[in-house]
């Protein structure tokens, strides 16, 4: 019988996370921590990223003087901090001068999926739902279609929709009509 080696991965708290990036252990790397762990994130695709730049430009034109409309910065859960393409936060924007927005500061968050749809899906929803973050859409870029998720319990949402065309109205802000077709163009 050969000898089974267990091997054993570090986990990384929040502030060793922190204090690493003050380190500039990470400053050249594309990296977000993902349930402990820094996970190398995959390079955006010209598409990805007007996709994603886009929709915020959009989301900030709708929810004026509403919502903080971030793109591609980092938020703070409790042993996570992803990099969603785009999060809906409270406003005023100063409150995150010194921190990054944590879930309670979390209207929805948005990410553009082109090659990275199975771990949008499994993964960082299962992240968001722990988190209590009560909207996440998932812009499926390849089926042309966005993925909106809600109600989450025990680390998953309960409620999936998914929309090809029209309008979606966010839970957070039921007088607003998000065009899908805006979204996804």
Not at 54 to 70: C, D, F, I
Not at 76 to 98: C, F, G, K, M, Q
Not at 124 to 149: C, N, T
Request: aromatic fraction near 8%.
């Amino acid at each position: 019988m050969g000898d089974s080696i267990v091997k054993t991965l570090a986990k990384w708290s929040i502030d060793e996370y922190h204090r690493m990036i003050q380190a500039g252990v990470l400053c050249d790397r594309n990296v977000e921590l993902l349930e402990g762990e820094i996970i190398e994130m995959s390079p955006e695709t010209p598409i990805h990223y007007n996709t994603a730049k886009r929709g915020s430009k959009y989301l900030e034109e709708l929810l004026a003087n509403q919502a903080e409309v971030r793109f591609n910065g980092p938020i703070t859960l409790a042993n996570s901090e992803p990099e969603p393409d785009i999060a809906i936060v409270r406003l005023p924007d100063s409150t995150y001068n010194n921190r990054h927005p944590k879930p309670e500061d979390i209207f929805w968050l948005i990410e553009v999926a082109n090659t990275s749809l199975k771990k949008d899906l499994e993964l960082k929803a299962s992240i968001y739902a722990d988190a209590q973050i009560q909207e996440y859409w998932i812009l499926d870029l390849s089926a042309q279609q966005i993925i909106v998720l809600r109600n989450p319990q025990d680390k998953q949402y309960t409620q999936e929709q998914i929309i090809q065309a029209g309008i979606i109205t966010p839970l957070a802000f039921p007088n607003i009509q998000v065009s899908v077709q805006i979204l996804l163009n």
